[in-house]
């Protein structure tokens, strides 16, 4: 594997942890807010927002982050595009 892959990896990797610490952030912030509990729901709720949606920016790749990381490689990974005998490719006319 590639440097760039094994950073996409990990990015995609610390994005799904982040994606699940901010869901159970928002997830006791709107059962405190349905359940009437102790303390107030809205700091959980604008800490969890952010949070969640810096998670899916990781879990997406981050590509300014994979671009800052590796200029060279145009920040972005390039996947082979294979042709599968169930999905044939339109014919060009």
Same mark, same amino acid.
């Given at each position: ?7 996409? @990896?990990? &990015?995609?990797?610390? !994005? %799904?942890?982040?994606?699940?610490? *901010?869901?159970?952030? =928002?997830?006791? +912030? ?18 969890? @927002?952010? &949070?969640?949606?810096? !998670? %899916?920016?990781?879990?997406?790749? *981050?590509?300014?982050? =994979?671009?800052? +990381? ?22 060009a006319k």
């Amino acid at each position: 594997m590639k440097p760039v892959e094994v950073f996409a @990896i990990v &990015i995609r990797t610390v !994005g %799904l942890i982040v994606f699940l610490v *901010a869901t159970a952030i =928002l997830f006791w +912030a709107l059962l405190n807010l349905v359940l009437g509990g102790p303390a107030s729901p809205g700091g959980g709720i604008i800490v969890g @927002i952010p &949070i969640l949606l810096c !998670g %899916l920016w990781l879990l997406r790749g *981050a590509p300014q982050l =994979l671009a800052f +990381a590796f200029p060279k490689e145009g920040g972005h990974m390039r996947l082979p595009v294979t042709k599968s005998a169930e999905h044939p490719a339109p014919d060009a006319k």
